[in-house]
Nanobody, 127 residues
Framework: QVQLVESGGGLVQAGGSLRLSCAASGGTFSMYAMGWFRQAPGKEREVVAAISRSGGMAYYADSVKGRFTVSRDNAKNTVFLQMNSLKPEDTAVYYC????????????????????WGQGTQVTVSL
């Protein structure tokens, strides 16, 4: 059983930056591809970014390309989401998730593929 705990959310003005962290415990972190998802009020959960087990492959939603960067530190069992040039439409609860996979260089952007989820952290971007 893997436990995921997000941190780093908060209130920021448009154009600002935040760095989210997701600390994993209870499993072998390097065996999991990781994803960041978000859900705004009244909307479905959507993928933001995903990263392979090795960290060598990453995926970004079109809405965040060029602004967000996903990375991981397998030695520290942590995945990060650096968010720059934030916009009000980025306001949402952000979740990290873990997908156990035997393949080191793949990721998934389908939330149904993910086995474990964190509790989420609120990101609010004001004008």
């Amino acid at each position: 059983q893997v436990q995921l705990v997000e941190s780093g959310g908060g209130l920021v003005q448009a154009g600002g930056s935040l760095r989210l962290s997701c600390a994993a415990s209870g499993g072998t972190f390097s065996m999991y591809a990781m994803g960041w998802f978000r859900q705004a009020p009244g909307k479905e959960r959507e993928v933001v970014a995903a990263i392979s087990r090795s960290g060598g492959m990453a995926y970004y939603a079109d809405s965040v390309k060029g602004r967000f960067t996903v990375s991981r530190d397998n030695a520290k069992n942590t995945v990060f989401l650096q968010m720059n040039s934030l916009k009000p439409e980025d306001t949402a609860v952000y979740y990290c998730a873990a997908d156990r996979t035997i393949f080191p260089a793949i990721y998934s952007y389908d939330p149904l593929d993910y086995d474990y989820w964190g509790q989420g952290t609120q990101v609010t971007v004001s004008l």
